[in-house]
């Protein structure tokens, strides 16, 4: 399994397919030391045959973009639009990974996207878990999709 590659996959195709953005990839990094600036997160579980967490980590210049993007209107705060944008961005990811999964056997099951917005916050939890983190970049700024997940069994 690439996992760090397979969120490459699943994040380019959503925006080149959806938002007609082609990302600047960043390298993907296991384990802690790679963070974004975020104002909003959005984020949803993951179960069956693994369990965990996907997340997008935003600034909100960039989650503005991306909303301006996917809805052809422009943005210029961190309204209901944007959690539900990000949210659907976060979904996509997350189906695409999904597919990815299978192709290595691997059931997995996706929860309703959450979205946290504000200043300063932290998402931690899931002790033992592994963690691939991809930094990408776009005109108005980077983002992260993190992917955290404990393979059941």
């Given at each position: 399994m690439d996992i760090g590659q397979d969120i490459v996959n699943a994040a380019t195709d959503v925006f080149s397919t959806m938002l007609m953005i082609d990302l600047v990839v960043g390298e993907p990094v296991e384990g802690a030391g790679v963070e974004v600036t975020s104002n909003?997160?959005?984020m949803l579980g993951l179960?069956?045959?693994?369990?965990?967490m996907l997340a997008v980590h935003c600034p909100a210049a960039v989650a503005m973009a991306i909303t301006s993007g996917f809805l052809g209107m422009d943005v210029d705060t961190l309204n209901e639009d944007v959690k539900d944008a990000i949210g659907e961005i976060a979904n996509m990811i997350a189906g695409n990974l999904k597919i990815a999964f299978a192709g290595y056997g691997v059931k997995v099951e996706l929860a309703i996207p959450t979205s946290v917005v504000g200043e300063s916050y932290r998402v931690g939890g899931m002790l033992g878990a592994r963690r691939v983190a991809v930094p990408f970049g776009m005109e108005s700024g980077q983002f992260l999709v993190e992917l955290k997940y404990i393979v059941n069994g």
């Amino acid at each position: 399994m690439d996992i760090g590659q397979d969120i490459v996959n699943a994040a380019t195709d959503v925006f080149s397919t959806m938002l007609m953005i082609d990302l600047v990839v960043g390298e993907p990094v296991e384990g802690a030391g790679v963070e974004v600036t975020s104002n909003i997160c959005s984020m949803l579980g993951l179960g069956g045959d693994i369990r965990g967490m996907l997340a997008v980590h935003c600034p909100a210049a960039v989650a503005m973009a991306i909303t301006s993007g996917f809805l052809g209107m422009d943005v210029d705060t961190l309204n209901e639009d944007v959690k539900d944008a990000i949210g659907e961005i976060a979904n996509m990811i997350a189906g695409n990974l999904k597919i990815a999964f299978a192709g290595y056997g691997v059931k997995v099951e996706l929860a309703i996207p959450t979205s946290v917005v504000g200043e300063s916050y932290r998402v931690g939890g899931m002790l033992g878990a592994r963690r691939v983190a991809v930094p990408f970049g776009m005109e108005s700024g980077q983002f992260l999709v993190e992917l955290k997940y404990i393979v059941n069994g």
